[in-house]
Nanobody
Framework: QVQLVESGGGSVQSGGSLRLSCEASRSIFSINAMGWYRQAPGKERELVAA???????NIADSVKGRFTLSRDNAKNTVYLQMNSLKPEDTAVYYC?????????????WGQGTQVTVSS
């Protein structure tokens, strides 16, 4: 199991920046994949950016060039630096971690943090 604690959401104007943090309760080396998803009102949850097995990074086309995913292994923390924010980035952002449990890949979620971008 893993617990995920998020921080860093808030309200900014269009063009502003925010940095989200997600601290895991175990070494991120033991986590198969870890990153961020978001869910806007009335929409499905979608991938924003994530580290996957083999150190591959997946980033949604809608945020490429504006958002950067990074990690601090010593702190078991993954960061999402969000620059040039747009109103359409407004959503609840969720940290996600995936762990193998036997032959099953389990999803764990943080509590979510609200990001609101005003025009």
């Amino acid at each position: 199991q893993v617990q995920l604690v998020e921080s860093g959401g808030g309200s900014v104007q269009s063009g502003g920046s925010l940095r989200l943090s997600c601290e895991a309760s175990r070494s991120i080396f033991s986590i198969n994949a870890m990153g961020w998803y978001r869910q806007a009102p009335g929409k499905e949850r979608e991938l924003v950016a994530a580290f996957t097995s083999g150190s591959t990074t997946n980033i949604a086309d809608s945020v490429k060039g504006r958002f950067t995913l990074s990690r601090d292994n010593a702190k078991n923390t993954v960061y999402l630096q969000m620059n040039s924010l747009k109103p359409e980035d407004t959503a609840v952002y969720y940290c996600n971690a995936r762990l193998w449990a036997g032959s099953s890949l389990l999803n764990y979620w943080g509590q979510g943090t609200q990001v609101t971008v005003s025009s």
